[in-house]
């Protein structure tokens, strides 16, 4: 996330040094991006009220000319709602007082506005109760240059005794139009981020919601689309994005109201139990990250993405690598004789890591399943008799980097670490204590745990430089709530107090071993949310690698990720989750649309699919640039058309892929038509990755007017399913 960097107060409004800075006005402020404006004022009741959040204005004052209505920034359950008892779920923060007296009310106390950077912006707020010692921030940031804002909320408890927060939101949004229609990214395991969208009926609420504490993403990633009047178009109507930045339980809850507004509110769930602030505790809410459109859900991505880049994910601005990871290749089956042919062949075909997934470590009770092991990471010798230290050198002496698979959160029953210490484990007192893939999980509420864990890691990373690249796994949920270290009346804390651990502990390693790439795993997409991805490089997006149930999956997490966070990888086929058997090409074609790697026996190959995979591995890395920090452009959804495609512009270049999703006798689809290309230029388009049926595309190695290929298309001569194209489009000089 981006909230490093120094703050300075912002200078007067009669002295702003930069054009671009927020301007104020008495009791008001305004935010401003480059095509974004959002102004926020306190009223008579001494309230902040948000008066306008949209296209940035020629002049900002006159969002302040309407707000006789303008809702509340951040409402606590003592506001009301259009002079009504705020009864209907209309709030974003909830206490019980130390007394006894459910009751929170906030009036400003007063602002300032930052300047963090040149791109970067933040006004606080600080609300007070006037009765109980509580205080609350309410920061909002802009973002310049990707249009973007974040909003979160920080909770002190002044007093000496501890208060109970029934909810603790991150931010809400007031919007008014005639009809609202919400799109998700719901799933599960093998299935996550699947896109659908309904409409909020009048009176009705929407709740989107996840309780697994640890992967919650896989219930779906915590965002949105919201679209105004209408369902969600790619190029135009009014839409705002929104993506919580947390990898715990939470819930975005959307009303329609009688009233004709919608009331959308987003944050961390403290469900099932209150969270107990102790007295002088203070809690930080996550950031929501938002986006606004005028132009259709494509825009609110594409500023998204690009705000991710620069502060959503580690490393945003750096190429990932080309892997090839052992899992479905060889599972836990593996010696070190078939790991050095693995490397061997993946070095011949170009590849530039290879990462050891699950199965390499274990002393008495030897990870050779997934019944035995965790919690135990020291190396077994039976299987690796030279060490970590031997794999990591003979990557090197072919010219490759190592990478190793880790799942510290967890412990199996058979492990000695569960017989020295039962009780650093998740569970009920006087309940069975439930396994989930032969696992408990560890108490990272604990500090002793936590210290463990980057103890271990700590040895792992520092006595083996060589290690560049981490999976980060976590293959359960939380489902017997309860910690052997939290005390009586912290218990309903668990959840939050577990997910705070877990940050700690990557921070802390990201400190530490700041050369390492890490990517989070969670029994697949379990973590693709922008809390995890601000300690993390990528995420797996899911453990189905079968590349058509990818399309979909990959086509609605990118609403939210860019291209540079999600991993894709070629596998075998048949595919060994779903059994459907698909083309060399049309895998590649999915993967190279992310983050391309590698998981099946690459020795198990033909000759014909090897030197295919060398051709297309090059070109990947000749097109990477444009993959991974191009904007993206969708062009055709695979849930609404049996065509799928997109593209990514960056500088003066294009990368285009379709694929074909099924095939029928009587059947033409449409040309593609680009988009986000410079009419007035010229373009060379050049069909990569060809197989034996040679270019489908009618402009193969034609130069073109980007005018031509945006309004009247490319052709493709599809013949089967699960064929596709990838196309490169190069501005040239003519």
């Not at 029934?166 to 949004?173: K, Y």
């Not at 700690?504 to 029994?523: H, K, M, N, R, W």
């Amino acid at each position: 996330m981006d909230k490093a960097g120094a703050a300075v107060r912002l200078p007067g409004k009669n002295d702003l040094p930069f054009p671009h800075l927020p301007t104020m006005t008495p009791d008001s402020v305004h935010l401003l991006t480059r095509s974004s404006q959002m102004t926020l004022f306190r009223d008579e009741q001494g309230r902040v009220r948000r008066a306008y959040y949209g296209p940035r204005l020629r002049e900002p004052e006159d969002a302040l000319e309407s707000t006789a209505d303008a809702p509340l920034l951040y409402s606590a359950l003592a506001d009301s709602v259009t002079g009504l008892p705020n009864a209907s779920d209309e709030y974003c923060i909830c206490a019980t007082q130390a007394d006894g007296t459910l009751s929170l009310r906030l009036e400003c106390q007063g602002w300032e506005v930052l300047e963090l950077d040149d791109d970067r912006e933040e006004a606080v707020f600080y609300g007070k109760d006037p009765s109980y010692p509580v205080r609350v921030e309410i920061h909002v940031r802009s973002h310049r240059e990707s249009d973007a804002f974040l909003q979160w909320a920080v909770i002190r408890n002044e007093g000496r005794e501890g208060i109970r927060l029934h909810r603790a939101a991150s931010a809400q949004l007031n919007l008014r139009a005639e009809r609202y229609f919400v799109t998700s990214f719901r799933g599960t395991w093998g299935g996550e981020s699947l896109m659908s969208e309904e409409e909020v009926a009048r009176g009705h609420e929407l709740a989107l919601v996840s309780g697994t504490g640890t992967r919650a993403a896989q219930e779906g990633s915590p965002g949105f689309v919201i679209s105004l009047d209408g369902p969600a178009r790619e190029d135009a109507g009014e839409v705002v994005l929104g993506a919580l930045a947390w990898p715990g339980n939470y819930r975005i809850w959307f009303r329609h109201s009688p009233y004709h507004y919608l009331f959308a509110g987003a944050g961390l769930d403290v469900a099932p139990a209150p969270y107990l602030l102790d007295g002088g505790g203070v809690f930080e809410t996550p950031p929501l990250i938002l986006a606004h459109s005028g132009n259709g859900k494509g825009e609110a991505s594409r500023r998204i993405h690009r705000w991710a880049r620069r502060y959503g994910l580690r490393g945003g601005g750096t190429e990932r690598l080309t892997l090839l990871n052992s899992w479905e290749g060889v599972y836990f089956t593996f010696t070190e004789k078939v790991l050095h042919g693995m490397m061997k062949r993946a070095a011949d075909l170009g590849i530039e890591l290879f990462v050891l997934d699950d199965g390499w470590f274990g002393g008495q009770f030897p990870r050779n399943d997934a019944r035995a092991g965790l919690g135990d990471w020291q190396v077994n010798r039976a299987k690796l008799p030279h060490g970590l230290e031997g794999l990591i050198r003979q990557a090197e002496k072919l010219g490759m980097r190592f990478g190793i698979w880790v799942e510290p959160e967890m412990v199996n029953p058979c492990s000695e670490l569960y017989q020295k210490h039962p009780e650093w484990v998740i569970g009920l007192p006087h309940r069975e204590n439930r396994l989930e893939r032969s696992q408990y999980l560890l108490d990272l509420s604990n500090p002793d745990v936590r210290a463990y864990i980057l103890e271990v890691m700590r040895k792992l990373l520092g006595e083996h430089p060589g290690i560049s690249y981490v999976k980060w796994d976590c293959n359960r949920k939380i489902s017997d709530p309860g910690s052997p270290w939290l005390d009586a009346s912290h218990q309903g804390n668990l959840s939050i107090d577990y997910v705070r651990g877990y940050e700690a502990i990557l921070d802390a390693l990201a400190a530490e071993f700041p050369g390492v790439t890490f990517q989070a795993c969670s029994s697949g997409g379990g973590r693709a949310d922008y809390g995890t991805m601000r300690r993390h490089h990528e995420f797996w997006t899911s453990d189905n690698t079968d590349a058509c149930e990818r399309v979909f999956m990959q086509w609605g997490i990118g609403h939210l990720f860019p291209a540079i966070s999600m991993a894709a990888h070629v596998t075998a086929s048949p595919n060994h989750q779903t059994g459907r058997a698909t083309p060399l090409k049309f895998r590649f074609d999915v993967a190279m649309s992310a983050r391309l790697g590698f998981e099946l026996q690459p020795c198990d190959m033909t000759k014909e699919d090897a030197a295919f995979s060398k051709r297309a591995l090059a070109e990947y890395k000749r097109i990477r640039p444009v993959v991974q920090f191009g904007d993206l452009y969708r062009l055709s959804s695979p849930y609404e058309s049996r065509v799928a495609a997109l593209m990514y512009v960056h500088e003066k270049r294009a990368v285009v892929v379709a694929w074909l999703m099924d095939k029928w006798l009587a059947d033409s689809p449409p040309p593609l038509r680009l988009k986000g290309l410079n009419p007035a230029a010229r373009y060379l388009v050049r069909e990569i990755n060809l197989d034996e049926n040679g270019p489908l595309a009618n402009v193969h190695e034609r130069v073109l007017g980007g005018d031509f290929l945006m309004n009247a298309g490319i052709r493709i001569n599809w013949k089967n399913a699960f064929q596709s194209v990838c196309m490169e489009v190069t501005e040239t000089g003519s």
